[in-house]
């Protein structure tokens, strides 16, 4: 199985400011047919079920702002808020689709500071 | 839009079958893959498994023994059976769609359900 580890697993940003979270798997989930990275990024409110907010490592699903951003490729990955929102308060997980059994990290917690 | 909504009883004695649905509402089951995924209290999402609209099947090993995913196309469904449960199964079980591109690359799990908490008791 792939392992998902993220880094860190929790992190208090101020309003406004630059929130980073790390993703690294154990394998590269890079696949070269297609040049995708297939990783994820979801974002997890209180009493809510998972949202897809970043897919191929870097593209932004529909609907989701700006101020999020993925990047990275084969093991290392990033996802970054640029300017964090009260509303962006959540845990965030990545996951690799690249090959069964699919994975996820263990989640990041992003507070506000 | 499309809608996911899991059903089934939230209580399962050890040693018994934990049966859930999954029903697709606002759009058709058909084209996509549909995954079951769950999260015990204070621990990671784990994978159990997946079933395209064709019916092929894709299980995680850790649960292949016990685990069967089926489709019911005309109901707009599709179901977890998991055998033989221990406190173990206790989780938030989870339903989602897989959504493809035109080249058919996978996206990952766009739509998720609710979530359904089940806890495994006597």
């Known amino acids: 199985d792939i392992v998902m580890t993220q880094s860190p697993d929790s992190l208090a940003v101020s309003l406004g400011e630059r929130a980073t979270i790390n993703c690294k798997s154990s394998?590269?989930?890079?696949?070269?047919?297609?040049?995708?990275?297939?990783l994820a990024w979801y974002q997890q409110k209180p009493g809510q079920s998972p949202k897809l907010i970043i897919y191929w490592a870097a593209t932004r699903e529909s609907g989701v702002p700006d101020r999020f951003s993925g990047s990275g490729s084969g093991t290392d990955f990033t996802l970054t808020i640029s300017s964090l929102q009260a509303e962006d308060v959540a845990v965030y997980f990545c996951?690799?689709?690249?090959?069964?059994?699919?994975?996820f990290g263990q989640g990041t917690k992003l507070e506000s500071k | 839009q499309v809608q996911l909504q899991e059903s089934g009883p939230g209580l399962v004695k050890p040693s018994e079958t934990l049966s859930l649905s999954c029903t697709v509402s606002?759009?058709?089951?058909?084209?996509?893959?549909w995954h079951w995924i769950r999260q015990p209290p204070g621990k990671r999402l784990e994978w159990i498994g997946d079933m395209y609209s064709s019916g092929s099947t894709n299980y995680n090993p850790s649960l292949m023994n016990r685990v069967t995913i089926s489709g019911d196309t005309s109901k707009n469904q599709f179901s977890l059976q998991l055998k033989s449960v221990t406190a173990a199964d206790t989780a938030v079980y989870y339903c989602?769609?897989?959504?493809?591109?035109?080249?058919?690359?996978?996206?990952?799990?766009?739509?998720w359900g609710q979530g359904t908490m089940v806890t495994v008791s006597s």
């Open positions: 606002g759009g058709s089951i058909s084209g996509y893959s």
């Open positions: 989602a769609r897989e959504m493809f591109d035109y080249n058919g690359a996978g996206i990952g799990f766009d739509i």
């Open positions: 996951q690799q689709y690249y090959s069964s059994p699919y994975t």
């Open positions: 394998q590269s989930v890079f696949y070269s047919s297609n040049n995708k990275n297939y």
